[in-house]
């Protein structure tokens, strides 16, 4: 009965041997794997940092709480930029009724000079350009208005002075007087701008100031006739950075920082997407308004309209159409203003314009950047297409503001 017992004595102690063996064996070899799974550490010195401080510095691990490309470029701006009260008196219309002599005889003579007036304010947005106290922003932020108020970002306020407006390029220059320090906005070029570059709207928008806005270049060169403003002359910047009322004159920035145009709240409807004037042209512009107040532009007094030869054959096949166009690309000329440059050469309704200068015309919006760029009293040599026969006719310019 007693070798039974050892036996499985025996056993249970040779299990728990074997139960250690290979548990120091398993132990073992996990010490000899896990160092040659791993690289070893680098050894730092103390002069070779650059391999720890390169990785800790990696654009794909930027450090936390560091500043924005966002918040650097407004504050190199935001204490440049202002914004723009303005008050504008008017008197209301008086009812024809009261200047009919049997109501002025009751009511008195002076009753319809006693008619209350009422004063409308805008808001507008604008940027510092000269240390000396120059305000660069849109046209219709300041015209006709009778008190222009300019607060700074630090609460100072200004009454300013309209040096300048031209309405064609919704541009404008005020100056206030505050002193010869006063910070500017660094001024970039629209030329290099680039469709997906970031744009940044800096402004009042709505009356909520300093705010700012992130979006990107969404188009080049989008035209004023495009944009539904066809008496303006712009190539514009869309961008989908928010611009709402309040923004109009305020800063569009690059992400350096640098002013690459002026925002321009045109469109109440715009939805996403909003317009900016290039700072190339406002620079052309308010040099323009500083020296003479105004700017003259020629014209050549035509309405017009880009004519392809799918758009000529829509009309043509129309029984009810009273012209019939021919089917080419220009310019088909849609009125003429009378007493105009292109009255008085002999441009006709109808006409369809080919070349200007010998330069082939094939859009509408060439054939006002061509005008534009041209000098008043400038002689033009336009060919148009008349019916079947083509004309060479001389159109010297005018200043636009003579139009009737």
Do not use: C
Request: cysteine-free.
């Amino acid at each position: 009965m007693r070798f039974p017992k050892i036996s499985r004595s025996l056993r249970q102690l040779t299990t728990h041997v074997l139960a250690i063996a290979l548990g120091v064996v398993l132990a073992v070899s996990t010490l000899q794997v896990l160092p040659s799974q791993a690289e070893p550490a680098p050894t730092i010195t103390a002069g070779d940092t650059s391999n720890l401080i390169a990785q800790r510095q990696s654009p794909a691990t930027p450090a936390i709480g560091s500043t924005s490309f966002v918040t650097a470029a407004v504050n190199r701006v935001g204490s440049a930029v202002v914004r723009i009260d303005t008050e504008r008196t008017i008197t209301r219309r008086v009812d024809p009724f009261m200047e009919d002599p049997f109501f002025r005889r009751f009511f008195g003579e002076g009753f319809s000079q006693q008619m209350p007036s009422e004063q409308l304010r805008g808001l507008g947005s604008g940027f510092i350009i000269d240390k000396s106290g120059l305000v660069l922003t849109n046209a219709h932020v300041v015209d006709k208005a009778d008190k222009v108020t300019v607060r700074l970002k630090d609460g100072r306020t200004f009454e300013g002075k309209v040096q300048g407006i031209d309405e064609v390029t919704d541009l404008a220059v005020v100056k206030i007087n505050a002193g010869n320090d006063l910070p500017v906005a660094p001024l970039g070029s629209s030329t290099n701008v680039q469709v997906g570059d970031w744009a940044i709207a800096v402004g009042n928008p709505l009356g909520f100031d300093n705010t700012v806005t992130l979006g990107i270049v969404s188009t080049l060169k989008r035209s004023s006739a495009q944009v539904g403003i066809s008496d303006k002359r712009l190539d514009f910047i869309q961008t989908d950075a928010a611009i709402n009322p309040g923004n109009s004159g305020g800063p569009l920035l690059n992400g350096l920082g640098e002013v690459i145009g002026i925002n321009t709240a045109i469109r109440p409807d715009a939805m996403g997407i909003g317009f900016a004037i290039p700072i190339d042209k406002a620079k052309a512009i308010a040099a323009q308004l500083q020296r003479d107040g105004k700017v003259a532009h020629p014209y050549l007094g035509v309405q017009m309209l880009t004519l392809t030869p799918d758009l000529a054959k829509q009309n043509n096949t129309d029984p009810n159409s009273p012209i019939q166009i021919p089917e080419i690309n220009g310019v088909f000329v849609m009125r003429v203003v009378p007493n105009s440059p292109a009255a008085s050469a002999g441009i006709r309704r109808g006409d369809v314009i080919l070349q200007v200068d010998g330069k082939a015309i094939t859009s509408a919006e060439q054939l006002q950047n061509v005008v534009e760029d041209s000098r008043l009293g400038q002689v033009l040599q336009v060919k148009v297409q008349r019916g079947n026969q083509t004309q060479q006719l001389s159109i010297r310019t005018a200043e636009l503001q003579n139009a009737s």
